[in-house]
């Protein structure tokens, strides 16, 4: 996916919501993330377009919190509880992600597959 700062996105989301796992005084999410405003797009392996600096899944921990969930690895994370991560560094998504309050975090993402389901089924019903 193309994304040109300041530009509206077109993009083919799905909602995930996972509930964060309770350790002592900590919650699991269960999940990485690389990327942001203040990092190398280019150090990006799920990004095809290197000049991307969106906030990527870069690890998931088998059967935790985000695996269950339906998260994977290579989603890139659009909205955060509402809250847009096209435009934030690296540390403003951890913020958003990990606050102490929010026992349920609730994700807009995109993936690759999601973009070809769409456009393979729109290729398949224009020759309907």
Same mark, same amino acid.
């Given at each position: 996916?193309?994304?040109?700062? =300041?530009?509206? %996105?077109? $993009?083919? %989301?799905?909602? @995930? &919501? @996972?509930?964060? /796992?309770?350790?002592?005084?900590? #919650?699991?999410?269960?999940? !990485?993330?690389?990327?942001? @405003?203040?990092?190398?797009?280019?150090?990006?392996?799920? !990004? &095809?377009?290197? !000049?991307?600096?969106? @906030?990527?899944? *870069?690890?998931? *921990?088998?059967? =935790?919190? +985000?695996?269950? +969930?339906? #998260?994977?690895?290579?989603?890139?994370?659009?909205?955060?509880?509402?809250?847009?991560?096209?435009?934030?560094?690296?540390?403003? +998504?951890?913020?958003? /992600? *990990?606050?102490?309050?929010?026992?349920?975090?609730?994700?807009?993402?995109?993936?690759?597959?999601?973009?070809? +389901?769409?456009?393979?089924?729109?290729?398949?019903? $224009?020759?309907?």
């Amino acid at each position: 996916m193309s994304f040109v700062p =300041g530009q509206p %996105v077109t $993009a083919v %989301v799905q909602r @995930i &919501e @996972i509930q964060k /796992l309770r350790q002592g005084d900590n #919650l699991i999410l269960g999940f !990485s993330i690389g990327g942001g @405003i203040d990092q190398d797009p280019g150090q990006n392996p799920f !990004s &095809e377009d290197k !000049s991307d600096k969106g @906030i990527y899944v *870069t690890r998931i *921990t088998p059967q =935790g919190p +985000a695996d269950v +969930a339906g #998260l994977r690895m290579g989603d890139k994370i659009m909205q955060v509880n509402g809250w847009d991560m096209t435009m934030v560094t690296h540390d403003q +998504a951890r913020k958003r /992600l *990990t606050k102490k309050k929010e026992d349920v975090v609730r994700l807009l993402v995109t993936r690759k597959s999601l973009e070809e +389901a769409v456009k393979h089924s729109k290729g398949n019903y $224009a020759k309907q």
